[in-house]
């Protein structure tokens, strides 16, 4: 589909394919200097979301140079960057404009801002970013709260390394469970589990997780599954960690704990720090693994039916 739409500068519209993906991922790594973009780029721009969800994705062409890009999951808002170059000429207007259309066409009738479940390149806007907040709340969008990311050190922090986790291995398996890293061949059978007790979600990272061997469970004696924690299942190759969860007859146990540390310590050797993405219990990390720093987003959402 070609579209030419109005704009300070000429521009053409036109939804890309993964063939694109390079131009695209250079555009991403100039614009978006909040988000380490480059490495998932085509997880953030391509990639599915729960339910099978394939994404729309739409680049503005100043004559043959890609010079924005868009992508709409679902009622969601993934990504959407225009060249530094560029900017205040009207391209990301019309980006947004192609977006809401997209996501309209789609059978929906908000759009919120990065934070899709599934494949979210963050929870948020970052909240340093005032431009990008500003630009959206001329656009008609309203802040809908916040989330926040914390980062964990993995490689110079006493309470995580290699003898830590088999510890917390050790005090669960006393209790009267053992802590494995999934396999491949329990794929489905963990993620009906988990989608059952949690999310579709939560599901669908944690199987993504497990392809890259980035899932770790805790089974009750019995074998049945009692807890899990994931990384690399959102944002894969950044090490992130999460979704985790436990069963509610196993809570208190510790597995927690186990869980993440084994997911620390898998991170470790390709990232000086582990991100814990839209966090829950913000003592149980502090406690568990040491908090270095964090960072706060910004939810954004507009309603389509009212403009």
Same mark, same amino acid.
């Given at each position: 589909?070609?579209?030419?739409?109005? &704009?300070?500068?000429?521009?053409?519209?036109?939804?890309?394919?993964?063939?694109?993906?390079?131009?695209? @991922?250079?555009?991403?790594?100039?614009? !978006? !200097?909040?988000?380490?973009?480059?490495?998932?780029?085509?997880?953030?721009?391509?990639?599915?979301?729960?339910? &099978?969800?394939?994404?729309?994705?739409?680049? =503005?062409?100043?004559?043959?140079?890609?010079?924005?890009?868009?992508?709409?999951?679902?009622?969601?808002?993934?990504?959407?960057? $225009?060249?530094?170059?560029?900017? *205040?000429?009207?391209?990301?207007?019309?980006?947004?404009?192609?977006?809401?259309?997209?996501?309209?066409?789609?059978?929906? %009738?908000?759009?919120? $801002?990065?934070?899709?479940?599934?494949?979210?390149?963050?929870?948020?806007?970052?909240?340093?970013?005032?431009?990008?907040?500003?630009?959206?709340?001329?656009?008609?969008?309203?802040?809908?709260?916040?989330?926040?990311?914390?980062?964990?050190?993995? +490689?110079?922090?006493?309470?995580?390394?290699?003898?830590?986790?088999?510890?917390?291995?050790?005090?669960? @398996?006393?209790?009267?469970?053992?802590?494995?890293?999934? =396999?491949?061949?329990?794929?489905?059978?963990?993620?009906?589990?988990?989608?059952?007790?949690?999310?579709?979600?939560?599901?669908? *990272?944690? *199987?993504? =997780?497990?392809?890259?061997?980035?899932?770790?469970?805790?089974?009750?004696?019995?074998?049945?599954? %009692?807890?899990?924690?994931?990384?690399?299942?959102?944002?894969?190759?950044?090490?992130?960690?999460?979704?985790?969860?436990?069963?509610?007859?196993?809570?208190?146990?510790?597995?927690?704990?186990?869980?993440?540390?084994? !997911?620390? $310590?898998?991170?470790?050797? =390709?990232? +000086?720090? !582990?991100?814990?993405?839209?966090?829950?219990?913000?003592?149980?990390?502090?406690?568990? &693994?040491?908090?270095?720093?964090?960072?706060?987003?910004?939810?954004? @959402?507009?309603?389509?039916? *009212?403009?």
């Amino acid at each position: 589909m070609r579209t030419c739409y109005p &704009a300070v500068v000429a521009i053409e519209l036109r939804t890309i394919e993964r063939a694109e993906l390079e131009p695209a @991922r250079q555009l991403l790594i100039g614009a !978006c !200097c909040f988000d380490d973009i480059g490495p998932v780029a085509e997880e953030t721009l391509f990639g599915r979301a729960p339910g &099978a969800l394939r994404s729309k994705v739409t680049a =503005a062409f100043h004559g043959k140079t890609m010079v924005g890009v868009t992508a709409t999951g679902g009622r969601w808002l993934r990504v959407l960057a $225009v060249d530094p170059t560029m900017r *205040e000429r009207g391209i990301g207007t019309a980006l947004l404009a192609a977006a809401e259309s997209a996501v309209v066409d789609a059978g929906h %009738a908000t759009l919120g $801002v990065l934070a899709q479940p599934g494949n979210y390149l963050a929870p948020g806007i970052d909240a340093r970013n005032t431009d990008a907040i500003a630009w959206l709340l001329r656009h008609d969008y309203e802040q809908a709260g916040s989330n926040t990311n914390l980062l964990i050190d993995v +490689r110079e922090n006493p309470k995580v390394s290699e003898a830590r986790a088999a510890e917390l291995a050790e005090r669960a @398996r006393a209790a009267g469970y053992r802590i494995e890293r999934a =396999a491949a061949a329990d794929a489905a059978a963990v993620a009906a589990a988990i989608e059952a007790e949690f999310s579709a979600a939560w599901a669908f *990272e944690a *199987e993504r =997780a497990l392809q890259s061997s980035g899932l770790h469970v805790a089974r009750s004696e019995n074998g049945s599954l %009692a807890a899990f924690a994931a990384h690399d299942g959102n944002n894969a190759g950044l090490g992130w960690f999460g979704p985790a969860g436990t069963w509610p007859e196993h809570r208190g146990k510790g597995l927690g704990g186990a869980l993440l540390m084994a !997911c620390l $310590v898998d991170v470790a050797p =390709a990232h +000086r720090f !582990c991100t814990i993405a839209w966090i829950g219990p913000r003592e149980f990390y502090d406690r568990v &693994a040491g908090i270095a720093s964090e960072r706060r987003f910004t939810v954004m @959402r507009k309603s389509l039916t *009212e403009h």
